[in-house]
């Protein structure tokens, strides 16, 4: 059972990411998933959450309006969206899988959360 984060990479300001996070060993159809990050110094914070059809999602305020989480399940994969990225969203970014299919209640608690991915960095230059 293994989480595979890819795309991170260095950014200015205002530009954008696609983080992919691909999944072996289970099928994430019975999944929800969420995205959350941690910068040097500060708590791991949720991001998003996807649900297991992708027909729903949340979003922190902090990126609310600028990242979009969305998925393909026939790919076993799921994608996070970055644009218009701040220096304030860098971070090592990290994918996790609920059983929660659906995105219920406190999203981002992590001990919803059964698997774990191991991180892909980004960095965004002012």
């Known amino acids: 059972v293994q989480l595979v984060e890819s795309g991170g990479g260095l950014v200015q300001a205002g530009g954008s990411l696609r983080l992919s996070c691909a999944a072996s060993g289970f099928t994430l159809d019975y999944y929800a998933i969420g995205w959350f990050r941690q910068a040097p110094g500060k708590e791991r914070e949720g991001v998003s959450c996807?649900?297991?059809?992708?027909?729903?999602?949340k979003y922190a305020d902090s990126v609310k309006g600028r990242f979009t989480a969305s998925r393909d399940n026939a790919k076993n994969t799921v994608y996070l969206q970055m644009n218009s990225l701040k220096p304030e969203d860098t971070a090592v970014y990290y994918c996790?899988?609920?059983?929660?299919?659906?995105?219920?209640?406190?999203?981002?608690?992590?001990?919803?959360?059964?698997?774990w991915g191991q991180g892909t960095q980004v960095t965004v230059s002012s």
């Open positions: 996790a899988a609920s059983p929660d299919m659906y995105c219920s209640g406190n999203v981002f608690t992590h001990r919803k959360y059964a698997y």
């Open positions: 996807i649900s297991s059809s992708g027909d729903r999602s």
